[in-house]
């Protein structure tokens, strides 16, 4: 049972462009979502995150929105640079008493041609 | 520097024999969380613990074990690996309040044969 859905597997965006990310959850008690970025061969490291109680949040040119009723959050990674090639996996926990199972969606491969 | 160390890095082994993983952070962080990681299937929880003591499963248990004696270290275990268990491991720390943010070690690669 994948409490996570995320899209696309794999995403390839014109340098310049804008690339979106999507994911989906169920379970209402997540309270936190973080995205993490995975370079080939690395571990993942944060890159924003976001809590329910705000609809957007900016980073440069990343931004998390949110949407609480329809239980969807989404990357947006603006003016899409080479460097951005990468795995990107959104996440969900329940973080109320210190956080305890963390969820990861499936990855979303994405790569930036010049 | 801050860090998570994980050793080895890359391992070959066989089926049935026993190997342990090791996993040390020098942030001081209470949370640890070890994760596997499969094409097709990202990154799946094993085994996470709160804090000295304190473990507890995640999605993908069986077959694993943990202990958490000091705060710094938080190994895994496999007591007898299966070909299954061939996968990219992670372990990750990060404090309990504030930033959610937690910190990955660069991995385990490990092929059971």
């Known amino acids: 049972q994948q409490q996570v859905k995320q899209s696309p597997q794999s995403l390839i965006v014109q340098k310049g462009g804008i690339s979106i990310i999507n994911c989906a959850y169920e379970?209402?008690?997540?309270?936190?979502f973080p995205w993490y970025q995975q370079f080939p061969g690395k571990g993942p490291a944060l890159l924003i995150a976001?809590?329910?109680?705000?609809s957007e949040k900016k980073e440069g040119r990343f931004t998390i929105s949110f949407n609480k009723s329809a239980k969807q959050f989404s990357l947006h990674i603006m003016d899409s640079q080479p460097g951005d090639s990468a795995t990107y996996f959104c996440?969900?926990?329940?973080?109320?008493?210190?956080?305890?199972?963390?969820?990861f969606g499936i990855g979303t491969k994405l790569q930036v041609i010049p | 520097e801050a860090q998570v160390t994980q050793n080895p890095r890359y391992l070959i082994t066989v089926t049935g024999k026993k190997l342990t993983v090791t996993c040390s952070q020098n942030m001081n962080h209470e949370y640890m969380s070890w994760y596997r990681q499969d094409p097709g299937l990202g990154l799946r929880q094993i085994y996470y613990?709160?804090?000295?003591?304190?473990?507890d499963k995640g999605d993908v248990p069986e077959g694993y074990k943990v202990s958490r004696k000091e705060k710094r270290n938080f190994p895994l275990i496999l007591e007898s690996p299966s070909p299954n268990q061939t996968s990219l491991y992670f372990c990750a720390s990060s404090l309990l309040t504030g930033v959610n943010e937690q910190f990955f070690g660069p991995g385990t690669r490990l092929t059971v044969l």
């Open positions: 613990s709160m804090n000295v003591e304190v473990t």
């Open positions: 379970n209402t008690a997540f309270d936190y």
């Open positions: 996440a969900a926990l329940a973080s109320s008493g210190g956080y305890q199972k963390v969820t």
């Open positions: 976001i809590r329910p109680d705000v």
